[in-house]
């Protein structure tokens, strides 16, 4: 990718996954696309997912083969399909073996998660690379000013009422 597209370093990442969730909407996700175009989208709405004691993450019940990336050290893709059907991007945030993730949920232009992730031709292949070095793929910072707001994630109903209830649902609008 172009310098004019730096990637977010590794140590944004490393950090809890509300403070990277909130920090990362509002920021782009730039794709270099199989036909070798450019894409770059705005982050409108992020979640995030907080270890084995939220019973929305997908480790809520411990590792296993699908949720492993979770649990290394943060600052990789975790690319999961969801039903069967659509991809959802996430970035692996925290300390490696504390399991903690930031769904994308939203781009300016593209509604869902599995929307974003069809228009950036994105599927499981990225899962486990780094969110500095990929080629392919990078978040960038935000320009411009930005309102963060929150609200309670969404399509968790399987979750505690608790859990349903957080406000780590990040939602960014311009403030220009």
Wanted: charged share 30%.
């Amino acid at each position: 990718m172009t310098k004019e597209f730096p990637a977010l370093p590794r140590g944004f990442f490393e950090r809890d996954a509300v403070t990277a969730a909130r920090e990362l909407a509002g920021c782009r996700v730039a794709r270099r696309m199989p036909d070798g175009s450019l894409r770059v989208l705005t982050i409108t709405e992020t979640e995030a997912y907080c270890g084995e004691e939220d019973s929305a993450c997908h480790a809520h019940r411990g590792k296993t083969r699908r949720n492993a990336p979770l649990y290394e050290r943060g600052g990789i893709f975790y690319v999961y399909l969801c039903y069967g059907i659509h991809w959802m991007l996430n970035a692996v945030t925290g300390p490696e073996g504390r399991p903690q993730g930031v769904l994308i949920r939203a781009c300016e232009g593209e509604p869902g998660p599995g929307r974003l992730t069809r228009a950036l031709a994105i599927d499981g292949s990225f899962t486990g690379l780094e969110v500095d070095r990929c080629p392919e793929l990078r978040f960038v910072p935000r320009e411009g000013e930005w309102e963060i707001s929150t609200a309670p994630r969404v399509g968790i109903g399987y979750a505690t009422p608790e859990d349903q209830a957080r406000p780590w649902r990040f939602i960014a609008r311009r403030a220009d």
